[in-house]
């Protein structure tokens, strides 16, 4: 590999390329890394991280709502927006030292600048270097889609969205996926009017239907309104800086921030891959072996640039795979069942596995059961919100297909159940479990 400046140079120092580039450097790899952007990716920067933190700070306004229940007296309680955006926004500069130092500490060089493929074994830097290496890793991630309408130069995306300089009173939100409907609850909690439009009648299309037809609901008691079956054709900007947002045959909404969150799709214009003869697939993605090898053998790929499944943990074991793989004797690939994901909407939903709809399909005979239940922690609020827990069974096996769960701290919850569905545990030694009381996750080991 002397022949080469580096033995791997990596584009995109987000979750994937940081973990594969720490990885192969400790299997004495020379690793370089180039990010146009910020160190840490979407992720870290403009995704799940501060997205949480901004979660966790719209949950006080429901809080205070019922402070009263608690025992406690608040007084004129304010809210400051700017305080809390430059609050996470601060986080997030300790999160991109922290990325960076791992890459110091493990040795690895980064460039601040974009880098384009220009051969199987070279690229370039946007300030003309010419850089060759025995293989090429690209993790570039994949970057929200913006539709193509009148007016769209008004509209933000999730990339934007952390940096309002000031919250809106009104926002339209168009889409109904995981990032509209987090976004959703966020600002709907923070004393924002949020309308959310959709081309479908549908929410959360990939989650269960036990699950959205009861969260639906529940969002629109919260105040969030929903426009089903309307697309953003056309968004107007008013004399006095506000929006009118045209949607379907509907009359028009008023808004101050219009947020479009209808997909995203992989990153890959402009990098040159077909200067090594890696075709791509329809939706820009990169085609990979199980290995995360592309079309050409000394270029690989990982994490939401193959548009496979777009998690960061994913993306850190793919990372992590590849390392071992080229680097360090050991060929490892990354298995794609059994993933726990979770939607942070408010409250949030959480699942693993197969739903009852493909679990029928693959298995036929099934056995569900449910347990439809209200949280402790919801007695003191003023709406009588009810959780919701799904276990999917197969019916020759007993063996658990997926855990559905709809409540507060889901997401918590299903860690646990995530590993009880990877490893195959029946129904039988859920229920020969003792249950955790008075706990919400005992609902997991009581249905019957």
Known sequence: MTDFDYDLFVIGAGS??????RVAASHGARVAVAEEFRVGGTCVIRGCVPKK??????????????????????????????????FVASDVDRLERAYTSTLDNNKVEHFHERATITGPHTVRLAGGREISAK?????????PVLPEIDGVEHCITSNEVFHLPELPKRMVIQGAGYIALEFAGVFNALGVQVTVVNRSDKILRTYDHSLTERLLPILQARGIEFGFNRTIRKVEKQADGS?????????????????????????????????????????GEIPVDEY???????????????DRVQLTPVAIREGHAFADTVFGGTPRSTAYDAIPSAVFTQPPIAAVGLTEAEARERHGELKVFTSDFR?????????????????????????????????PDAAEVLQGAAIAVKAGLTKAQFDATVALHPSMAEELVLMR
């Open 16 to 21: 994937g390329g940081v973990r594969a580039s």
């Open 53 to 86: 933190l901004l979660v966790y700070a719209s949950h006080f306004a429901h809080e205070l709502q019922d402070t009263a229940n608690y025992g406690w007296t608040i007084g004129d309680a304010q809210f400051d927006w700017a305080r809390l955006r430059d």
């Open 135 to 143: 293989y090429i890793l690209v993790a570039v991630g994949a970057w």
């Open 243 to 283: 929006l009118l947002v045209h949607a379907g045959e509907g009359e028009p909404i008023a808004a101050d921030v219009v947020l479009v969150a209808t997909g995203r799709r992989p990153k890959t214009d402009g990098l040159g891959l077909g200067s090594a003869g890696v075709a791509l697939g329809a939706n």
């Open 292 to 306: 995360g090898k592309t079309s050409c053998d000394s270029i690989y790929a990982v994490g939401d640039v193959t």
């Open 375 to 407: 949280p402790m922690m919801n007695m003191f609020a003023s709406k009588a919100e009810r959780g919701f827990y799904k276990l999917v069974v197969d019916g020759a096996t007993d063996r658990v297909l997926g855990v559905h769960l709809l409540g």
